[in-house]
Antibody, heavy 116, light 108 residues
Framework: EVQMVESGGDLVQPGGSLRLSCAAS????????MTWVRQAPGKGLEWVAS????????FYVDSVKGRFTISRDNAKNSLHLQMSSLRVEDTAVYHC?????????WGQGTTVTVSS | EIVMTQSPATLSVSPGERATLSCRAS??????LAWYQQKPGQAPRLLIY???TRATGIPARFSASGSGTEFTLTISSLQSEDFAVYYC??????????FGQGTRLEIK
């Protein structure tokens, strides 16, 4: 069974930093593009970033460019999202998902709260 | 950026009846469209990709159609477990990949 388990979410002050991780199992991780999608409280889904199979290509939504960095470690089957200069509007549940276009497998998410 | 608009925002349907959800793109996305189901406190689940292809394990009562800018998700006979929020998503013109705002399917 394919599983994605996110971790690293926390309460952080505006301007702070946080690193999210996603541990993948049950799949050949290096074969897949990977994506982060977030969901603000009571709101819809927002694509955040994607990374290709070997990590050489990365894509971001405009609102996080220059602040967030997506990366992966294929040897450890893990995906990461380094977040800096966090804003109140970054408050959300962050899901990792397998794929870049149609997202076939999702993790349950980790909660990031940005508040003073 | 392609804007995805779903209608209605909320749909009230009785169990056993048919539900039809709509999704419109601000410009053509060809058949690069997916549908997701999300229940409270759960991760989204992929239902449909490539506009009309059911994902693995999705029951046949879920069907979808459309291309270009107009898309439809139909649930033929609603079961209790189908009441949830449904999102469409385009992946034809990216970045960014964009989602609709969701349709809440509730029990009438």
């Amino acid at each position: 069974e394919v599983q994605m388990v996110e971790s690293g979410g926390d309460l952080v002050q505006p301007g702070g930093s946080l690193r999210l991780s996603c541990a993948a199992s049950g799949l050949i991780f290096s074969n897949y593009l990977m994506t982060w999608v977030r969901q603000a409280p009571g709101k819809g889904l927002e694509w955040v970033a994607s990374i290709n199979e070997d990590g050489s290509e990365k894509f971001y939504v405009d609102s996080v460019k220059g602040r967030f960095t997506i990366s992966r470690d294929n040897a450890k089957n893990s995906l990461h999202l380094q977040m800096s200069s966090l804003r109140v509007e970054d408050t959300a549940v962050y899901h990792c998902a397998r794929g870049h276009f149609d997202l076939h497998v999702w993790g349950q998410g980790t909660t990031v709260t940005v508040s003073s | 950026e392609i804007v995805m608009t779903q209608s209605p925002a909320t749909l009230s349907v009785s169990p056993g009846e048919r539900a039809t959800l709509s999704c419109r793109a601000s410009q053509s996305v060809s058949s690069s469209l997916a549908w997701y189901q999300q229940k409270p406190g759960q991760a989204p689940r992929l239902l449909i990709y490539a506009a009309s292809t059911r994902a693995t394990g999705i029951p046949a009562r879920f069907s979808a159609s459309g291309s270009g800018t107009e898309f439809t998700l139909t649930i033929s006979s609603l079961q209790s477990e189908d009441f949830a929020v449904y999102y469409c998503q385009q992946y034809n013109n990216w970045p960014p990949i964009t989602f609709g705002q969701g349709t809440r399917l509730e029990i009438k």
